[in-house]
Every structure is written in C-alpha cells, then in structure tokens.
C-alpha cells in the first residue's frame, strides 16, 4: 500500500446516523479522514483544502490518539482485496510509535549486554576483576575471564525490527511525510515471522528493561497484523460513534473520584414465588459519567470538612454547532442527573459530608467558529429546570459548552486545572445570584 500519489478527502462527521464515524479509512489510492465537526482543524485553506500538511497532520494524529480510550473500533474492520473482513486489529497507535521510536533512537540497538564466562568475545575487564583471582608465586592470575558476547538473539530483533519499521511506515508513513522506498524490507516467509515473534516474547521474559519492554510489545502488535495485511484493500481505524471517546476525555479531566460506585442509583425488583413471598432481584444501575468532590466553598459558614459534589454529564450533541433547541439534552437526560443528586443526598450525604450537589451538562464546540460569538475553552450557556420538582437547587442542571480541540489537548497533555476551576467558579457564580439554589 504505497504512501506516494495518495489523495486525503477530509469529511466532518455530525454524530448523526449516517455520519458518526470518528477515525480514517486508507486505502491503495486515497485517506478518508473523518473529524469531529466542533474540532477546528489547523492547516486548512476554507472547509476542505489542506494548505499546511504538517499542522494537519499533528490535529489528525491528536484525534486518532484519542480513539485508543474506545471500548469497541469501528465495525467496519479491514476490508480484504476478496471481500472477506479481517478480524485482526489494525494497530495504528503501534504503528504511530514505532516511526517515532526510529525517528528518536534510530534502528534497535540492543543496550543490555550478555556476559559469559571464558568465552571468544571481547573481555569486561570490571566484571573479571570483580571475581576471585589465584595466587601463584606472588602472581594474581583471573582464569574466569568475562567477555561481552553478541546475543543471538539481537541479530533476529534488528531484523524483525526493521521490518516492523517498513510495515509501520508502509501503513501510516504518509503521516509523517516519510516514504516507505527508504525501508523497503521483502515480506517474509511465515516460518521467520513465527521466528520473529518466538524470539521477541523470549526477549521479553528475560529483559527488565522497561523501555526495551514497551518497544518489544508495539513490535509484536506490528508483526501480528504483517502476514494479514498483504491481501487488505481497506484499512479502518476509527469508532462508529465518538461519544464514548468523548465521554472518557470529559471524565478524564473533570473527575477526582476513582471508585464511584457507590453513587450509582440502583433498583430493585421483587419477583412473586407464590405464598404472599418474593424473591428480590437487583436491577442494572444507572452510572454518572463523571463526579468531582470539593471542599465546600469558604465563602460560607461550615466547618472544613464540608463538602459540594459536582455530577456532570457528557453529552457529545450538536447544539455547540447549530444553535439548536431540540439539540439540547432532552428531558429524560435531565431527570437522571435529578436522580443522581438525589441519591447522593438520601444516602450518601451524611457519610460523606457533603452539603451541596450541583449537575452540569457538557456539550462540545467550537470557540473559533460558532454561532454563539464565543471565545473561550469552556463556556457557561445556562440551564435546565425541571418543573415538577419542588426544591429549586434539586431541579437544576446547568449547562456548559467545550471546546472539542481544546478537550483533546488538555486530555493529552493533562493540563486541566484551569477548566476545574472554572466550571465551579461559573457555577458558584450562578448558584450565588440565585440564593434560594444555595443549599439542598
């Protein structure tokens, strides 16, 4: 699958049915690239022309890392030249590391030496000197010489490695501007990559090098896929649907709670035996997509270890982008957010200490291109109420826009702690205009 004369088609993917597919499809000729439409692609020239290949190119590498937080790929799996689908993975964050481990560190070079004991090799005076010598004749002799060998092993490892390298840069080289003629490698037999793999697991089981360790499993994933890829036609690396993704990056950054299954509101079914007797059943949770938990504000009068839980919810919706009313979260979203505060106050609140619950929808969208005029990384746009409970606080859900680029990079880099505070700040600020929300 050469790199060269391949055409790249970008598409905006709405999240709508027939146009959710997060991710790239590459095939002999051309790469389809599917984008979040709220994220704001670099290096372009209007909608669809790339004008700066490489600010592309590093957008398009952001949002396909974040493909790796999906539980499932897309199931449009790899599409053979016969039409028969692959069931093998296609291993393009491997592939991604590999061409950065050779573009860092060159070709494997294997840095823990093999010593033998008076063996043909060059001798390690150190480790020679550091035995127990004989005394003869006032003479010190060492006749437990220690050499350097080569391993066996290694000649194998830089040559599957070289391969690995081709078939990473045959793939996805075209990310990188790289062009596989420079590494071209002949396919092997399936005999030698069986001997590729065998040798790189044993390596693997003898070396306690971490890097080296982390090298050697991206090899194996790369050598996994070589014998299949010879007959693909198609190559699909991406989700059906990025909401996943989407939520996990919200959840990443926004939560500081590791186990939080003891805020999932449950039921509980009570199935009849007969006899005036049931038999009890628990019903499937539900599941916050995200919970923080702060120190309750100072600004008013509790003791220090008062508490304010903050349940968000991420909805990868379309009104960051359309301005649209029925792109809102819809009113079943609202009363499970309702239902997570108040599980949180019937039954865990004394424990916990925690004396004020607010829930916050997150939307994406896009601070350089919206219909809004907003500018900023997170954005405040109100709130939902619910009108058919009695206390204020209890029926609010507030609502905040993301900006989709903003998210990956923050996601990516782990640098969030200006969204934390802003969001609570935003929400604070509110809550405050509004006394009457200020307490459960």
Not at 66 to 95: E, H, N, V
Request: with cysteine; aromatic share 12%.
């Amino acid at each position: 699958m050469s790199n060269e004369n391949k055409r790249i088609y970008l598409v905006r993917s709405t999240n709508e049915d027939n146009n959710a597919f997060v991710g790239v499809r590459i095939s002999n000729d051309s790469i389809e690239f599917h984008y979040p439409e709220s994220y704001d692609l670099s290096g372009l020239d209007g909608v669809s022309t790339i004008k700066n290949l490489k600010e592309f190119r590093r957008d398009m590498i952001d949002i396909l890392h974040t493909i790796s937080l999906a539980k499932t790929r897309s199931s449009s799996i790899q599409k053979t030249a016969d039409g028969i689908s692959s069931t093998k993975s296609f291993a393009f964050m491997s592939y991604l590391w590999v061409i950065r481990d050779y573009i860092t560190n060159g070709m494997y070079r294997n840095a823990e030496k093999v010593y033998k004991n008076n063996a043909k090799g060059k001798v390690n005076w150190k480790r020679t000197l550091s035995t127990r010598p004989i005394i003869s004749n006032g003479n010190v002799i060492y006749n437990n010489l220690v050499v350097e060998i080569n391993n066996e092993c290694d000649t194998i490892i830089t040559d599957a490695h070289r391969l690995c390298v081709y078939d990473s840069v045959r793939k996805v080289g075209w990310l990188f501007g790289i062009n596989e003629k420079a590494f071209y490698v002949p396919t092997p037999t399936n005999n030698l990559l069986k001997k590729y793999i065998n040798t790189i697991k044993d390596e693997m089981k003898r070396t306690f090098d971490d890097a080296k360790k982390m090298r050697l499993r991206h090899m194996l994933k790369v050598l996994s896929g070589i014998d299949d890829s010879k007959k693909v036609a198609e190559i699909v690396y991406g989700v059906d649907k990025y909401n996943y993704v989407y939520e996990r990056m919200i959840d990443a950054i926004f939560s500081n709670i590791v186990d939080i299954k003891k805020y999932n509101p449950n039921a509980s079914w009570y199935i009849t035996k007969g006899n005036s007797t049931f038999e009890k059943k628990d019903a499937s949770s539900l599941r916050p997509d995200t919970l923080r938990i702060e120190p309750y504000p100072k600004t008013y009068i509790f003791d220090d270890t008062t508490k304010t839980a903050y349940v968000l919810d991420a909805k990868f919706y379309r009104f960051g982008t359309t301005g649209n009313r029925d792109d809102l979260p819809e009113t079943t979203s609202v009363q499970k957010q309702i239902t997570y505060a108040t599980h949180i106050k019937t039954n865990i609140r004394k424990e916990e200490k925690i004396e004020r619950i607010h829930n916050a929808f997150v939307l994406p969208y896009n601070k350089n291109n919206n219909v809004f005029g907003f500018d900023n990384n997170l954005e405040y746009i109100g709130f939902s109420k619910a009108n058919w409970v009695d206390q204020p606080n209890d029926s609010v859900v507030h609502a905040f826009l993301i900006d989709t680029k903003h998210l990956i990079s923050s996601w990516s880099q782990g640098n969030c702690k200006d969204d934390i505070s802003k969001l609570i700040s935003d929400i604070e600020e509110y809550v405050t205009k509004h006394e009457s929300w200020q307490f459960i």
